[in-house]
């Protein structure tokens, strides 16, 4: 049921839209866990993607992203909110998932506040960890793409399907 580190290493314009009706896993330092449906993301792909990280290179705060798929790459914004992404596709080729809403949470921000993500996340591997991981429990959604939200600096960039939602 849990995804392997073999599905992430694909390119993100296909791992993004089969993430669609998978679920994500939580476990809590407390024993407690949280289950919730994937229900919309959004793909970055690349240094030529104006919109990616890594359109400024391989830095610190992106080298997570040059890895193989199946990896954790969160990141603060506003001061106040852990972002989730999952590095996608082959090693060197820098891309991933933003997973922006969930069934029962909407919104990046909110979904990472609900599972309590912080810097220790950061490089996670998906397959292994016992905080945080994809399960495939087979159902499948009708999905529609759409322009990414929030990136209208990136020029042509923004004009992109790269939003999927279920």
Not at 80 to 107: A, C, E, H
Request: net charge positive.
């Amino acid at each position: 049921m849990r995804l392997d580190n073999k599905f992430f290493e694909t390119d993100v314009l296909q791992v993004a839209p089969m993430l669609l009706g998978k679920t994500l896993v939580r476990t809590f330092s407390d024993g407690s866990e949280f289950r919730a449906v994937i229900t919309e993301t959004e793909a970055y792909r690349g240094e030529e993607d104006l919109a990616c990280h890594a359109s400024k290179g391989k830095t610190p705060r992106t080298e997570v992203l040059y890895a193989a798929g199946g990896k954790v790459y969160v990141y603060l914004i506003y001061g106040m909110y852990w972002l989730l992404n999952i590095v996608t596709g082959p090693k060197d080729f820098p891309q991933g998932v933003l997973i922006r809403s969930l069934d029962k949470v909407q919104g990046p921000g909110r979904v990472g506040k609900q599972l309590q993500l912080d810097k220790s996340f950061y490089g996670e591997n998906l397959a292994t960890s016992h905080r945080l991981w994809v399960e495939d429990i087979g159902y499948q959604c009708t999905y529609t793409a759409y322009q990414r939200i929030g990136v209208d600096y990136a020029g042509i960039w923004k004009n992109k399907l790269w939003r999927f939602v279920c």
